[in-house]
């Protein structure tokens, strides 16, 4: 899976990151890998082993459907599907560069898939908690297959210059700073499928 095509797009990531805060990489995976893990997500989609996503950390969280309405299912770091161990892999092979490039002291990852279903949508926030600055990058690749121009569910960045909006087209990888960078997801007007994560620091405290 890794090549030099793919080694170019960890580069670009490192230049993005470092202009402007944000990256992002179409194509960024090979096509039947993120089929694969489409029919691995749909699959737990399909047993009813996703949950409804909340907003705030530990005892605060609480789901309030008027900012938050997707539904989530957290990978367990100790009992990772094959599938699940290789993307894992990727997102070290990207954690390694940004701590070469920019210190940040990166450790870990955690992750889950996401799916919005329709009429679901997350309001403008900031991935990194006000309590806790362990979040440090957000990563996203989106499993969007067959999507029709207006299905919706756009991620929107806030910038210094404007909003952008993003096409959450199959095997695009966003990466962007969980504490610079606002944005969120418009409204869905059908299935949305992603892998949503983030690469953070050591939880010394452990908060």
């Avoid at 490192?14 to 699959?43: Q, T, V, Y």
């Avoid at 121009?149 to 991620?155: I, K, V």
Wanted: contains cysteine; glycine residues 6%.
């Amino acid at each position: 899976m890794f090549d030099i095509s793919f080694s170019s797009k960890l580069e670009r990531i490192i230049d993005d990151i470092a202009e402007k805060g944000w990256s992002e990489i179409p194509n960024f995976l090979p096509e039947d890998f993120c089929r694969s893990l489409l029919n691995e997500m749909i699959s737990y989609w399909n047993s009813g082993e996703f949950k409804k996503a909340e907003i705030g950390k530990g005892d605060s969280q609480t789901r309030i459907p008027e900012i938050r309405s997707d539904f989530i299912h957290w990978f367990d770091p100790n009992n990772l599907t094959e599938l699940q161990n290789q993307y894992h892999n990727i997102i070290n092979e990207l954690k390694d560069k940004l701590n070469r490039y920019f210190y940040l002291g990166l450790e870990d990852f955690e992750g889950h898939f996401a799916v919005y279903p329709e009429g679901s949508f997350y309001k403008k926030h900031l991935d990194q908690f006000r309590s806790q600055q362990l979040r440090q990058i957000t990563c996203i690749l989106y499993l969007n297959f067959d999507r029709k121009e207006n299905d919706g569910g756009e991620l929107r960045i806030f910038t210094d210059e404007g909003t952008i909006e993003i096409i959450p087209n199959a095997c695009k990888f966003i990466c962007f700073r969980s504490d610079q960078i606002y944005h969120e997801v418009l409204i869905c007007k059908s299935n949305r499928y992603s892998i949503t994560g983030w690469l953070r620091k050591t939880d010394v405290f452990g908060q």
